[in-house]
């Protein structure tokens, strides 16, 4: 493979991005857009294979013949902080693609030994990480592991983490978080002391330099990063505990603060001093206040960090909550995936209804939430600093929002509200400064 020098490339140009790179001033790529978006495409009807559709977010329009190739069914991605790298997930031949985007190009995969739903790459976008909750270990040792990912050699370190589902970096890249299936423990990993090609890490056998498991949560699934405080959401009952819960985690002390209980924990968003949290509870999820034939809702619940209080609960579409994010004008987009999904689009009559929800956070004690006529599973959110509108993957479709209407962008470019692509979307990445 060639992908140390097309990486190696990108990387040439990090400190640029890292400054406020933008294509249109430094350097032209391929494409000769400047406000580029990425969208992962499965294999669609017509038996095209899958790959990376470049995106003109500045019209929505999609350039001829300007796809980077990504294995065949490319979904899950995740970008460095500088954008000058890109990895894409593959499950069909499960790899990783490492994708250059200052060229354009696939610089090369990387096998992973199975499934991964969580990736990062830390500020050194030379390495990148991915949770492997099924990954082989030595025979006694129990299966799972956080890959430790050369994105120049494609040489694998194996660190052991049982049921390793989540992974999130600190910024300098030197402590992971990771979150295990079924676990009341959160593991955090100093990688850059792992020991190769395989470290034992966190599998409870044998001792390892490279792991720390802090117990006392309540199936936490995910964090949120302030400094060195980290915000634990604690799923609950949701993921087969007790009790929903935002807990503080001093990455210093490795110590847990007190929870606050919450409807539900499974996605958050922190502005400012406020952490909106999402999820689905199993029992306090009636849709109260919602004209709606769905029988069961999520929560959203508001929280001031100062205070330490819930201020406010939204009701909002019940399902498996992953993925949320604001507009550049307060627009709160929540997703979901195996959602109540209610109608069809395709025969308008009625209600219309999917995994989405929208709340304007710039009304001050708003909580009631917008839910758009859609169907279909939320897999990938991307919002705009230049642009009132957010792209959003719902059902396969890339949806375009206008942030000021909160309703789908319809026009001659976007005639049914989406960008015109062939095949599923699975994710959407931009990946220039805009």
Known sequence: MKRAAVVLFALSLAFTLSCGYKSSSYYKPPSKLSTRVLASQDINSSFTLGGLKIINAGNDTVPAVREISAGNTPGLMVLSPTRATLLAFDPSSRTVQVINTVTE?????????????????????????????????????????????????????????????TVISNPNGTQLLVFSNDSDAVSILSPLVAVGPIDVGCDNVAASAACTIVPGFDRPVYGILSGSTVYILN???????TQASIQTLDLGTM????????????????????????GTSPTNNSCIGQTTAATTCGRLNIVDLGS?????????????????????????????HTCTNVGN???????????LAILDTTKPGNTTAIIPPDNGDVTGMQSFTGYNKEYVVEGGNLRVYDTVTNKLQINSRTPAGSVPLLGEIVDVKAIDFF
């Not at 991915?130 to 799972?144: E, K, L």
């Not at 799923?235 to 505990?241: K, L, M, N, R, Y």
């Not at 949320?324 to 997703?335: A, E, K, R, T, V």
């Open 105 to 165: 190009s696939n610089s090369g995969s990387i096998p992973l030994p199975d499934m991964t739903t969580s990736m990062v790459i830390p500020a050194t976008t030379g390495i990148g990480y991915a949770a492997v909750p099924s990954a082989p270990m030595p025979p006694t040792y129990p299966v799972g592991a956080v890959e430790m990912m050369s994105l120049t050699t494609g040489a694998l370190t194996t660190i052991g983490v049982p049921g390793a589902r």
């Open 308 to 336: 330490m209080t819930v201020t406010g609960t939204v009701v909002i579409p019940d399902g498996y909550h992953d993925h949320i994010d604001l507009s550049n004008n307060g627009q709160l987009f929540i997703g979901s």
């Open 235 to 241: 799923c609950g009952a949701e993921c087969g505990g």
């Open 345 to 355: 689009i395709n025969n308008p009559n009625g209600e219309i209804r999917g995994c």
């Open 255 to 278: 110590t847990p603060g007190t929870p606050l209980p919450v409807d539900a924990a499974t996605s958050a968003f922190l502005s400012g001093s406020t952490l909106y949290v999402a």
